[in-house]
């Protein structure tokens, strides 16, 4: 598993999620079932998932999310059931519970989950419809007779009840072995029904869209970072979001400091993941191809854990990309700030090299560079960076614009110095620098 694959780490990605604001999952179930999520590269497959995620929502009412709020994990009980174990009373309640869960849910409209209702009928003999169980005397005639004759406590007569309620269960299990496929894929679409409910309500908080899946095109309108406007929105400031569009094509992204260089590779990494995993993607409209990877560098290259210096962990990287790119993999890359750790001369040949290689091999990339001199036959755009009028914009969120412009240029802004004079730099040492 290399680090910059991101489909290969996706624990990250999944922890992104159930730490976001608005993703609001009812069941451990549910968690497990975005845990087991998988990478998906089927563009009807993807599509199937959200048909599933728009029915989900038009059919849950409040009474579905409250059956879900009270689904239990019992894939373990399940298990035990179907090995042919002999189950105690709280696995028989756990059963009885889920069925009747099941039940309810699937009269709501769900019909993907199985009919259980027989289970509920077998665990539920008396009909008393209360979500409790214990061995009712109405499973044995015996059992009931030899309760009533329990006058007076005798451990001859416990012996005896503990040994007809055994035999009790051990009748049950055999009954309910024949339910233990369903019973296991109900609990498996509750908790799907779950993770879609959380999907659906996490979209509309956040205000993210379907994408249309195309073949060799990506179109964002007004794409933004979900993490980044909820951050400047708790400081009362405005995010401003960008459109893009690219093909299976490098695009070379240059702009000042500060200019959202590594948020807008961030933003699309985290679209094209939302995508691949079955969720919408924040933006205002979006049209998206899929891979079968996506690959990114940045970051502070560090890799303690593998006792890696920056920029022996970037070359492991590089090193992971080529070889990806080499193999005819369908790869989106993501570079951010190549060959920083390396120094300016050798960096620029760095740089110059990868970008040849992702022009030339048709592979949707993207590598943002600080470097003057990239040369070659590919895309270039540019943050445009600080406003005419920065100095009367007072923050500098005010100052910046964040669009995206083509350029033809190879040479990169040049705007340090008045950023660092904004933002309160000290004048003398600016003077010097300046000499």
């Known amino acids: ?142 059992l009931a007779a030899a309760r009533r004759a329990m006058t007076e406590p005798s451990a001859e007569r416990y012996a005896e009840i503990a040994r007809i309620e055994d035999e009790v269960r051990i009748r049950l299990a055999e009954e309910l072995i024949h339910f233990a496929n369903p019973l296991k894929t109900a609990l498996t679409e509750l908790g799907m029904t779950d993770l879609r409910l959380a999907k659906t309500d996490f979209a509309k908080s956040e205000g993210l869209v379907r994408p249309e899946i195309l073949d060799d095109k990506c179109t964002f309108t007004g794409l933004f970072n979900i993490d980044v406007r909820r951050s400047l929105r708790l400081r009362g400031m405005k995010y401003q979001p960008v459109d893009i569009s690219f093909g299976r094509t490098l695009t070379l992204v240059t702009g000042m400091n500060m200019g959202g260089k590594s948020v807008l590779l961030k933003s699309l990494a985290t679209a094209q993941m939302l995508c691949q995993y079955g969720f919408y993607v924040p933006a205002a409209k979006a049209e998206m191809m899929l891979f079968e990877d996506v690959l990114m560098t940045g970051g502070d290259g560090e890799n303690a854990k593998d006792g890696l210096s920056s920029f022996a962990a970037e070359i492991c990287d590089m090193d992971y990309i080529v070889k990806a790119v080499r193999a005819g993999s369908r790869i989106f890359v993501l570079e951010d700030e190549l060959a920083r750790t390396t120094n300016p001369f050798e960096g620029r040949k760095i740089v110059n090299g990868m970008a040849r290689l992702m022009a030339e091999r048709n592979v949707a990339s993207f590598i943002t560079t600080h470097f003057d001199g990239i040369e070659g036959d590919f895309r270039r755009i540019r943050v445009r960076g600080l406003r005419q009028d920065a100095e009367a914009n007072g923050t500098i969120d005010g100052m910046i614009d964040y669009s995206l412009v083509e350029t033809s240029d190879s040479d990169v802004p040049h705007e340090a110095l008045r950023v660092a004079r904004l933002l309160g730099a000290d004048e003398e040492l600016l003077e010097m620098i300046n000499n």
């Open 1 to 142: 598993m290399n680090k910059c694959s991101l489909k290969n780490n996706s624990r990250d990605f999944f922890g992104f999620i159930l730490a976001a604001e608005g993703f609001n999952l009812h069941s451990a179930v549910g968690r497990r079932m975005l845990v087991d999520s998988h990478f998906m590269t089927d563009r009807q497959e993807i599509l199937e998932e959200y048909d599933a995620m728009q029915s989900a929502a038009d059919r849950a009412t409040d009474a579905v999310r409250h059956a879900l709020c009270e689904l239990q994990d019992i894939a373990g009980t399940l298990a035990s059931l179907e090995n042919g174990t002999i189950i105690d009373d709280v696995q028989l309640f756990e059963i009885k519970h889920l069925a009747r869960i099941a039940v309810s849910v699937r009269n709501a409209g769900f019909t993907s989950i199985p009919d259980v209702g027989r289970v509920v009928e077998i665990l539920d003999p008396d009909n008393d419809d209360v979500d409790t169980f214990y061995i009712y005397d109405s499973y044995s005639s015996e």
